[in-house]
């Protein structure tokens, strides 16, 4: 594929390997005709200013943020919509001629993922495992909705920050819980979706899991927002438990459909961007 006039996108992170996110969108900009290039861009903590720099410089047109810079790129940046503001975290940059703009659709795509199977989280019971940039999205987005969110997170003073942030900014109590078996176990009692906002059983440590079957149970819908690979071993754990499960790729979907319309205001061809996800997972 020729590069030569074509506006160029990206992602970055580290690690970067793993990402789907350019077979996707190289997808929508094929499907849509339009003159773009998407590709990934792997840059360490160190290196994540600099790195701002040249993709300001070098003026690509807008990039995703993935682990672990989406709460540290917010410093780099000219301006936040109203979501990364409130969630302090940023998965999407639109580098409007030299202005760079931090959105968050992360909490968004975890809805509609939730949604498109029939699982509206709206009074439901909600388990979370997580703090970082990806949970906090969720967290912020489903706390307007839940009946109830229990936060979880092996780093604990990440977890209360959390729940006072979202108390103090939309007046809704959050249960923030260290991440042990035994808390675990209680807070799964009688939750309705357990969501895990973290990497872990990304590839290629794919026999991690944040959740052995021991601890779930039938009545409960397990949604990971790991979609590489589609079926980790939390989501098998589940199935094995008698659990309804949700795999990431939805959320990786539908926050990049949302990231493409910020950047190209064009409609997303959401399905076409599926396929390509899909179809590079049957290859891994």
Sequence with gaps: MS?????????????????????????????????????????????????????????????????????????????????????GAVNTVHNDEGKLVGYNTDGLGAARALEEQHEDPSDKRIVLIGAGGAARAIAFTLARRARSIIILNRTKHRVIKLAKDIEQKLGKKILARSLARNSLLEALRDADILINATPVGMYPRTEQTVAKRKVLHSRIVVFDSVYNPMKTLLLREAEAAGAKTISGVGMLVHQGAEAFRIWTNHSPPVEAMRRAVMEQLSRR
């Design 3 to 87: 590069t030569e006039g074509s506006n160029v996108y990206g992602v970055i992170g580290d690690p970067i390997e793993h990402s789907l996110s350019p077979q996707m969108h190289n997808a929508a900009f094929k499907k849509l005709g339009l003159n773009g290039i998407y590709l990934p861009f792997h840059v360490t903590r160190r290196n994540l200013r600099p790195a701002v720099l040249g993709i300001q410089v070098l003026n690509i047109r807008g990039f995703n943020v993935t682990t672990p810079h989406k709460t540290a790129i917010v410093k780099f940046l000219d301006e936040l919509d109203e979501a990364a503001r409130e969630v």
